[in-house]
């Protein structure tokens, strides 16, 4: 990883490994794209740079992308360092959220972020938690993405993640 993660933030999850994390209330600044959520952290990157270059953010990693309805509306976000991080200026483009904690079951991927290796994973998720009725799935899926463009594809590290809690 280039940059260092957002405060409190758990390590990526190892490669082809599923487990359950935690992750702190954090902020971020947000662009919505409508249409193809294949192409949405493309589209997404120039307004999400200019928003953290105007305000003199540095860049953390990971880039979030929630597929809120998939195919249709992604949220792609460049996450600040910390969650009390206020920036001077909102372009109409972009919005500022705050994200709650949660719990997610993660799995960690190494190798080029196409769409086919978010879909393969996100199943992979689904069957484990077929196999774990003592979780329900709270929020649609996300993916986090760990490095810049200039990685090499097969070096690339991302999880697919869906957020749960525990039934009791």
């Keep these: 990883m280039s940059a260092s993660l957002p405060q409190g933030f758990p390590q990526p999850t190892e490669v082809n490994v599923i487990e359950i994390k935690q992750y702190p209330q954090y902020r971020g600044v947000t662009y919505t794209h409508t249409g193809d959520s294949r192409m949405a952290t493309r589209v997404a ?30 949220e792609v976000s460049f996450l600040y360092s910390t969650p009390n991080m206020t ?5 109409s483009q972009v919005m500022v959220r705050d994200t709650l904690p949660m719990t997610v079951v993660s799995i960690g ?11 393969q ?12 009725p003592e979780y329900e799935v709270v929020s649609s899926p996300r993916r986090l993405l760990y ?22």
Aim: hydrophobic content about 30%; proline content about 6%.
């Design 109 to 119: 991927v190494q190798g080029a972020y196409s769409w086919e290796s978010y879909e």
């Design 121 to 132: 994973n996100l199943q992979k998720l689904k069957d484990w938690l077929a196999q774990h």
């Design 147 to 168: 490095n810049s463009p200039m990685t090499p594809e097969d070096l690339k590290r991302s999880e697919v993640q869906i957020a749960i809690e525990r039934i009791d």
């Design 45 to 74: 990157f120039d307004p999400l740079y200019q928003h953290i270059s105007t305000n003199e953010i540095a860049m953390t990693t990971p880039v979030e992308a929630r597929y809120v309805r998939e195919g249709e509306q992604t």
């Design 87 to 91: 920036p001077q200026k909102i372009d």
